[in-house]
Structure formats: structure tokens, C-alpha cells
């Protein structure tokens, strides 16, 4: 059926009570010195212009949206969990806002990461049915990345990674940063792989048109991170890593057979010395060694296109709060048609079983 308004209305209701718990899996805070620290990268000028495009905005626009979120993407506490009960969120899993500490020079970066983790944790112990954390790191310093990964999985009870599309310009997909993907795996941790704005060599058509953020650049930056880490065979050296995409996947499962053919194709014809076989092809890690979110796209039909193709077990939901805070988009959520128990899954049992929840 044609679906005229993709966008649900609003309605003012609230969500009802249903038998499945909400956990939504791409939650954002920041601790209360992160904006200083932003706002003074800003003053230095050494902020790529995506970073500038991005917080220039919500540090500073009088706008209703950017100021709900400078107010609530800092409370850890009884404003946050009254929005989540209005909203029928019984569990948020939460990491430190987009780009993190990924902006920072890296000593910065390193500490930062870790008091960002310290406070993250402290808010799961006061209230530890609602929230559950996941460990930032400094993809900067890849040894301290390591270290910071045991850290959170061993002492800080946090149940996964949150990092975000590039840093500084470079991916993860350049064998120099896989000591954190090694520890992903050995601690098995999974790893959120966040959008961020596009780098400097990517952003100017974006930004021309007003493009470079969550609109669009950041799931175009945030896709190609990920499929370079498919490419660039992580998967084959790490078999067990499980990544986390937003966004419906960022756009890749729409992506996955062109995607299979070219890439076979392309490895035939030896046209890249970057791009050589890899033991299954892209569509399968896809589906083996990522699970997909929708945050931020409350839409039925790709949800359910998501779920075929990579399976009810793999597609979870997100609200991606505080920057898409929106009631109707849980009750239509609530209301699609699809069986109890696969509803359920999305909802609730698929990130108990990945983020060890409960
Ligand atoms: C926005 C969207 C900003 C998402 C985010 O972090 C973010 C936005 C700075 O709308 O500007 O995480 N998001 O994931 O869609
Ligand atoms: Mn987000």
C-alpha cells in the first residue's frame, strides 16, 4: 500500500503500554564540560568545517530544536528518565555524543575519553534499569583505544563500543587502528559505528547545499566507513567483531547487491590493489557481522526490507534521543504489522542478547 505521509503526524498522544519492553540503542548525552571543550576548539579554528557546521549550530542557535537538545543531551538524571516513561523508553543505551572526543588532539582525546566513561558509568550505577552504557574511545591512540575497551567491559560494566565514522579525516579501515577492533572482539564488545560530519576532502558539495549532516552526510560518511571496513577485510582478521549501524543501516542493506557484483568484479578485474577477494562476499558480513538500528527513520517499509534481508535477530530500534525526540514516532513503531514476537525482537529481545542487557 502507498504510504502518502512517511512522517507521522503529530498527534500529541502518548504511547500505550505494550508487552515488550522499549530499549533504544543510540542514545546521546554529554557531560557537562563537553560543550566548553567544543566551544573552545571552535575559538582555536582547529575544527574541520563539518565539526563547525555542526556545533557552531547546536551551541549556539536560539532554535526550539537545538535548544530541547543542548538543555536534555546533559541530564542524566530525572529529566531524561520523565522523557523516557512519557515515551514508553524503558532502557536507553547511551553513549557520549557525536563526534566525541574524536575532534581533540590526541593526549585530550585519551583523557577525555576516559572521565567521559567514568561519568557514564556513574550514571548506569544510580540508575542501572534504565541506562546502560557503551565505552568511548580515542581512535587517535589506538593502544589507549585497546586499553580503554578492556576497561569498560571489565571495570565499568559497559556493554559495548561507540565510535564515530572518521577521525580527523582517517578510517577505521586503515590497519594502524585495528588493535581496537582486536579488543572488540576479545572482549566481545560491539561496536557502534556512529555517524559523524564528512571530512574535509568530502564535505564541500555537501555543504554547499546544506547537506553535511544528519540529512545526509553523516549516513554517507558513516556507509562508507563501514563498507571500508568490509573491504579492507576487518572481517576476515576479526570473524567474531560484531559493528552496530544507524539509520537503517546507513543505507547499505538497499546497497547489498550492487555491492556483491561490483565488488566480485572489480577483485576479477584486479583494478585496485586496495580492493582484493575476500573470503565471503560484502552482502555477507552484512548480514553476520552487523547489526542495523533505525534510529532517527520510523518507517515500516524499510524497516521490514531491513529485517529481510538481514534477518528479524539483527534489526533493533533506536530513538537516537535527544536530537529526534518525537512520541508519534513510537506509536507508529508500536503499530506496525508484523508478529508479536518479531515486534518483540525489534523492541527488546535482539539488544538484550547483543548488549547482555538484564
Ligand atoms: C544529529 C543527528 C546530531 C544524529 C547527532 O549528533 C546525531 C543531528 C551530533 O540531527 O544533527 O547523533 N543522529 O544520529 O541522527
Ligand atoms: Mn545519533
Redo the contacts with the bound molecule.
Keep these: 500500500m502507498l504510504q502518502k505521509d512517511l512522517v507521522p503526524p503529530h498527534t500529541g498522544q502518548r504511547p500505550a503500554k505494550v508487552d515488550y519492553k522499549r530499549i533504544a540503542t ?1 542514545e ?1 548525552f554529554a557531560p557537562p564540560d563537553l560543550f566548553d571543550m567544543y566551544r573552545k576548539v571552535l575559538a582555536d579554528g582547529k575544527a574541520d568545517a563539518g565539526f563547525t557546521s ?1 556545533w557552531a549550530f547546536y551551541l549556539s542557535s536560539e532554535a526550539a530544536r537545538p535548544q530541547h537538545i543542548r538543555k536534555y543531551i546533559q541530564d542524566l538524571d530525572a529529566a531524561r528518565i520523565a522523557h523516557m516513561d512519557e515515551a514508553g523508553i524503558d532502557v536507553q543505551v547511551l553513549s557520549l ?2 563526534p566525541g572526543v574524536q575532534v581533540f588532539d590526541a593526549d585530550t582525546a585519551v583523557s577525555y575519553a576516559r572521565s567521559a566513561n567514568d561519568y557514564l558509568a556513574e550514571a548506569v550505577r544510580r540508575h542501572p534499569a534504565r541506562f546502560v552504557g557503551l565505552t568511548a574511545i580515542a581512535p587517535q591512540n589506538p593502544t589507549e583505544a585497546a586499553k580503554e575497551i578492556e576497561r569498560g567491559a571489565t571495570q565499568l560494566g559497559m556493554k559495548g563500543v561507540i565510535v564515530n565514522s572518521h577521525t580527523q579525516g582517517e578510517y577505521l579501515s586503515d590497519p594502524k587502528f585495528w588493535d581496537i577492533f582486536a579488543a572488540a572482539e576479545a572482549f566481545d564488545m560491539p561496536v557502534y559505528l ?2 559523524s560530519s564528512p571530512p574535509p576532502k568530502m564535505i564541500e558539495p555537501f555543504m554547499e547545499a546544506g547537506l553535511d ?2 540529512i545526509y552526510g ?1 549516513g554517507v560518511d558513516t556507509g562508507l566507513a563501514a563498507l571500508r571496513t568490509i573491504t579492507a577485510g576487518v572481517f576476515d582478521r576479526f570473524p567474531r567483531l560484531q559493528m552496530i549501524l ?2 537503517m543501516g546507513e543505507a547499505l542493506p538497499y546497497w547489498a547487491y550492487r555491492l556483491d557484483y561490483m565488488h566480485a568484479a572489480t577483485v576479477r578485474s584486479q583494478r585496485y590493489a586496495s580492493m582484493q577477494a575476500l573470503q565471503r562476499r560484502p552482502s555477507d558480513y552484512l548480514r553476520e557481522n552487523f547489526y542495523i538500528t533505525n ?2 527513520v520510523a518507517w515500516e517499509q524499510a524497516i521490514r526490507f531491513a529485517q529481510e534481508f538481514m534477518g528479524v535477530d539483527r534489526v533493533m530500534y533506536a530513538m ?1 534521543y535527544p ?2 525526540h518525537v512520541l508519534d514516532e513510537v506509536i507508529a513503531l508500536d503499530n506496525m504489522n508484523m508478529a508479536p514476537e518479531i515486534k518483540k525482537a525489534f523492541f527488546q529481545t535482539n539488544a538484550e542478547r547483543l548488549f547482555k542487557i538484564g
Excluded: K, N, R, V
Aim: glycine share 18%; aromatic share 12%; proline share 6%.
Design positions: 543510540e546521546a555542526l555524543t557525536s556512529h555517524p549532516g544528519a553523516f544507524g539509520h534510529s532517527g537516537d536530537y529526534q
